[in-house]
């Protein structure tokens, strides 16, 4: 079974949710994560609530009972390696599921509200899908629904549909390979999308044991 996330419609931008752009949730006092190589703020992408992948792939508590927010550079798109799981123009942070709230964002101007977050907030809808594999499942759930593949967003657990060659990464605590949370398509409306280099797929991995996260893209 796939588990698709499709689009919603427009969302809310707070929220314990699994949902595209808004305002990240954390517990009181977190810092906006910086760029390592800019030292800019980075852009909000999503938000996962880890308990819907639990519940969905019937697994238990394989997950952390937690929360993931994944932020990325866009101060100067492509200059900051923000494809790599390593370098550090991208952060996949892990916060428990109690006591979040909305985080505090760095004083910007105006017309740089889109370093920090994207121009819309995508509501995601779960679909299971009996297909096996994610390229299927896209395919049987627009023949099925009437929908555009452009609305499929991702998703949730299951294997990763690679564009290139497998990029697993290790987990930095104990080596071993993590566990994929969500693959993330770039969105519907180009406006408002996630850059994964115009064309791109993205895929944010945890190790639930180390309490380690990751994320990477490619195109």
């Known amino acids: 079974m796939t588990i698709l996330m499709t689009y919603g419609g427009p969302g809310e931008p707070e929220g314990?949710?699994?949902?595209?752009?808004?305002i990240p949730?954390?517990?009181?006092?977190?810092?906006?994560?910086?760029?390592a190589t800019c030292d800019?703020?980075?852009?909000?992408?999503?938000?996962?609530?880890?308990?819907?992948?639990?519940?969905?792939?019937?697994?238990?508590?394989k997950?952390?009972?937690?929360?993931?927010?994944?932020?990325?550079?866009?101060n100067d798109p492509g200059m900051c390696d923000e494809w790599s799981p390593i370098v550090g123009g991208n952060r996949a942070l892990l916060f428990p599921a109690d006591g979040l709230t909305p985080m505090s964002a760095p004083a910007l101007g105006e017309n740089d509200e889109g370093v920090l977050r994207l121009g819309a907030v995508s509501a995601v809808t779960l679909v299971p899908s009996p297909a096996a594999?994610?390229?299927?499942?896209?395919?049987?759930?627009?023949?099925?629904?009437?929908?555009?593949?452009?609305?499929?967003?991702g998703q949730l657990g299951g294997q990763a549909d690679w564009?290139?060659?497998?990029?697993?990464?290790?987990?930095?605590?104990?080596?071993?390979?993590?566990?994929?949370?969500?693959?993330?398509e770039e969105g519907p409306d180009h406006s408002?999308?996630?850059?994964?280099?115009?064309?791109?797929?993205?895929?944010?991995?945890?190790?639930?044991?180390?309490?380690?996260?990751?994320?990477?893209?490619?195109?």
């Open 63 to 74: 997950q952390a009972d937690g929360v993931m927010a994944i932020f990325m550079c866009q």
């Open 133 to 153: 594999d994610y390229f299927s499942a896209r395919e049987e759930w627009a023949g099925r629904s009437g929908n555009e593949l452009r609305n499929v967003l």
């Open 25 to 35: 949730m954390a517990p009181a006092g977190t810092a906006w994560p910086h760029c």
């Open 163 to 184: 564009l290139q060659g497998d990029e697993t990464p290790l987990c930095p605590t104990c080596t071993h390979p993590m566990d994929l949370v969500a693959q993330f």
């Open 40 to 61: 800019g703020p980075m852009q909000f992408l999503a938000q996962i609530v880890l308990a819907d992948l639990d519940r969905l792939m019937d697994r238990g508590s």
């Open 16 to 22: 314990l949710v699994t949902r595209i752009g808004g």
């Open 192 to 219: 408002t999308a996630m850059n994964f280099g115009g064309c791109g797929t993205a895929f944010a991995f945890t190790c639930a044991p180390c309490v380690q996260a990751a994320f990477l893209w490619q195109c």
